[in-house]
C-alpha cells in the first residue's frame, strides 16, 4: 500500500540557511499535518492543512511557511535556520480531519 | 489547553511479562484517543485507536487499551512483551476540529530477552 513520502529523508544546512521539505501524501488523503520531533522529545503539532487550506497552525515559527498544492502535497519552508531547528520533521496525512492520521519516515534536519 | 500524560517514562521489563504504559488526557471535548509506537529510527506507526463505541480497543500486535472516561485515561496494555516490542510508545489526543494530534512525552520501553 501506499504511504506518505518525505523528501529529503535526511538535510543538513548551515545557521540562516534556508531548507524545503516535501510531503506526498497517500492518495485520496486531503489533509495533511507537519509535527517536530526535538531529540528526546514527543512530536509538537506545527501546522495543517485541509483541501488546500491551512486548518489548524501549531508552535510554528514565523520563519516557517507552508502550503499544500493543487495535487495535495505539502511543502515547509524554513528560512533563517537557527541551531535549534535541528530535529526530525514529520508529515501525517489522512482522509478528512479528525481521522487516522498516517506518519511519513521523516525529514532529519542538521543545522550546524 | 489540551494535555496528555504518560506516567512512565522509561520501563524495562523480561520478555513474557506484562505490560500496561499509563496515559491520561485533559480535553473537555469528545476525543478520540491513539497509540502510536515508533521503532528506533522508524517513522510512527498506529498501534490503535478509540473513536467512540466498546471503550475496550484491540489493536496490532497483541496491544489493547482501555477507555475509561471518568478517569481521562488511556492505559496500554500486552499480556506478554517480546523483544522485539522495544520501542518508544507515544499516546496522543486529536484535539479540536482539525484534529491535530497532541502527544505525550512518550514511554521508552525496553525489553530483555
Known amino acids: 500500500a501506499a504511504g506518505v513520502i518525505q523528501s529529503p529523508r535526511h538535510l543538513i544546512k548551515e545557521k540562516r540557511e534556508t531548507a524545503t521539505l516535501k510531503c506526498y501524501p497517500i492518495?485520496?488523503?486531503?489533509?495533511v499535518y507537519w509535527y517536530q520531533q526535538g531529540p528526546g522529545q514527543d512530536p509538537q503539532f506545527l501546522i495543517s492543512?485541509?483541501?488546500?487550506?491551512?486548518?489548524d497552525k501549531g508552535s510554528i515559527p514565523d520563519r516557517f511557511s507552508a502550503q499544500q498544492f493543487s495535487d495535495y502535497h505539502s511543502e515547509l519552508n524554513m528560512s533563517s535556520l537557527e541551531l535549534g531547528d535541528s530535529a526530525l520533521y514529520f508529515c501525517?496525512?489522512?482522509?478528512?480531519?479528525?481521522?487516522?492520521?498516517?506518519f511519513g519516515a521523516g525529514t532529519r534536519l542538521s543545522v550546524l | 489547553a489540551q494535555s496528555v500524560s504518560q506516567h512512565n517514562h522509561h520501563v524495562i521489563l523480561s520478555e513474557a511479562a506484562s505490560l500496561e504504559l499509563g496515559c491520561n488526557y485533559s480535553?473537555?471535548?469528545?476525543?478520540?484517543l491513539f497509540w502510536y509506537v515508533q521503532y528506533p529510527g522508524q517513522h510512527l506507526q498506529l498501534l490503535l485507536k478509540?473513536?467512540?463505541?466498546?471503550?475496550l480497543v484491540k489493536g496490532i500486535k497483541g496491544f489493547e487499551a482501555e477507555f475509561i472516561k471518568s478517569k481521562f485515561s488511556f492505559n496500554l496494555r500486552k499480556p506478554s512483551v517480546q523483544w522485539s516490542d522495544t520501542a518508544e510508545y507515544f499516546c496522543?489526543?486529536?484535539?479540536?476540529?482539525?484534529?491535530?494530534?497532541?502527544f505525550g512525552q512518550g514511554t521508552t520501553l525496553q525489553v530483555k530477552p
Open positions: 492518495p485520496r488523503h486531503d489533509t
Open positions: 501525517a496525512s489522512s482522509e478528512g480531519p479528525r481521522s487516522i492520521q498516517y
Open positions: 478509540y473513536f467512540s463505541g466498546d471503550p
Open positions: 492543512f485541509y483541501e488546500k487550506m491551512q486548518s
Open positions: 480535553y473537555g471535548g469528545t476525543v478520540n
Open positions: 496522543a489526543v486529536g484535539s479540536g476540529n482539525t484534529g491535530k494530534l497532541i
